[in-house]
Structures are given as C-alpha cells and as structure tokens.
C-alpha cells in the first residue's frame, strides 16, 4: 500500500534558522506530491505542489521543495524562518492514475521561536 | 462565503444518536472529499465524490453514510457511532481528481 513518511514529528527552530522537513513517500511510479500547512486555529492549505517538470518547486511564503525521484523524497525547505511560520506542516501523495486518493504523512509540527 | 464550509464546528453525540455533518464548496469544484483526522495519526480518506458519484470508499464502516446530493454540497450521516469515532471530520473539493484539494475548517466529533 502507498505510504507517506515524515521523519521530524515536532521540530523547534529558532527565526531566521533555515528549514528542512523530510519526506518520503512509498509508490514507485509516478506520483503527485503535495505540502500542506495548518496554522494554528486555521484549516489545511497547500504550500506547493510538484505534478511534473522542473523537480525543484516554489511555493507561497518562500517555500520551496524538491522531488528527488531516485531517493523517493520530497523535503521541503525555507532558508529563512520566521515566527509566523509556527505551524504543522503535512505532505501528501497521489498515485498518478488514482486521481483523488491523497495519502498523507503524519504531519510535522514546527515552532519558531522569535 | 468562500471556500469550503463545514457544519456544525463541534458536535458532540451519543452512541445511538443519528446525526449528519454538513460541507458546502463555493469553488465551482466537481469533486469532494470526507478525511478524518485523529490525534497522533495521518489524515486518513474516507471518501471520495466525482460529478456526484462515489468514486472511493476506503474500507469505512456501514456507521457512516455519505450523500453527494450535487457538486456543491457533500454531507456524512452518522449513526450508532462508537467512542473511537471521536475525530475531525475534514471536507475536500477539488477540481477534477487528480488536483489539489482545498479543505474546510472541519467538525469536531466527539462520541460519548
């Protein structure tokens, strides 16, 4: 079955540290990969998405990811984190032809402290 | 109002009640989504609706019932639900299957 693994439960970085969160996802084939943020009090919304192409995206709030098909990863990084960036942050996959089946990671919590 | 709604916020119910949860998407998407979210696990998926049809059912139990009555609206009915139902009920759309999905704020279901 499609697994996705997220190696960091709750990660606390002071401001202006920069960001790695680990992501491994299990499907061999092709795959949408997704990170999602949930701030506190607010629902889930998508940071990026990686469908195809460029294996380095860009994101909202100066995130970015990249796909490294060999390793199975899509980390996600920020070079600059700021204390509004305090959230979970969760990554997702989705087998390619098995459109709507979003598999997720148990989620990462991040804390900035300014 | 924008978005993805979801009603009621919180909902606390007894084994044997029945009650239904409601999500409404504003998106003009043609898919929607039931996950629940439980402590310390991954959001997991129940089920999925494309242009109104059940596409997915991820092994849920009989005890919850979803109706897509048109794109826009998605509900999941609830009856004689156990204490380990208690969980966020989270509601997706998206536009087309293979798209991101856009979620709500989810309800909060507690079962006593």
């Known amino acids: 079955a499609q697994s996705v693994s997220q190696h960091n439960h709750h990660v606390i970085l002071s401001e202006a540290a920069s960001l790695e969160l680990g992501c491994n996802y299990s499907?061999?084939?092709?795959?949408?990969l997704f990170w999602y943020v949930q701030y506190p009090g607010q629902h889930l919304q998508l940071l990026l998405k990686y469908f195809s192409g460029d294996p380095l995206v860009k994101g909202i709030k100066g995130f970015e990811a990249e796909f490294i098909k060999s390793k199975f990863s899509f980390n996600l990084r920020k070079p600059s984190v700021q204390w509004s960036d305090t959230a979970e942050y969760f990554c997702?996959?989705?087998?390619?032809?098995?459109?709507?089946?979003?598999?997720f990671g148990q989620g990462t919590e991040l804390s900035v402290k300014p | 109002e924008t978005g993805v709604t979801q009603t009621p916020r919180h909902l606390v119910m007894g084994m044997t009640n029945k009650k239904s949860l409601k999500c409404e998407q504003h998106l003009g998407h043609n898919a929607m989504y039931w996950y629940k979210q439980s402590a310390k696990k991954p959001l997991e998926l129940m089920f999925v609706y494309s242009l109104e049809e059940r596409v997915e059912n991820n092994s849920v139990p009989s005890r919850f019932s979803p109706e897509c009555p048109n794109s826009s609206h998605l509900f999941l009915h609830l009856h004689t639900l156990q204490p380990e139902d208690s969980a966020l009920y989270l509601c997706?759309?998206?536009?087309?299957?293979?798209?991101?999905?856009?979620f709500g704020p989810g309800t909060r279901l507690t079962v006593l």
């Open positions: 499907y061999g084939g092709t795959v949408n």
């Open positions: 997706a759309s998206s536009l087309g299957l293979a798209n991101e999905q856009f």
């Open positions: 997702a996959s989705m087998i390619y032809n098995q459109g709507g089946k979003l598999i």
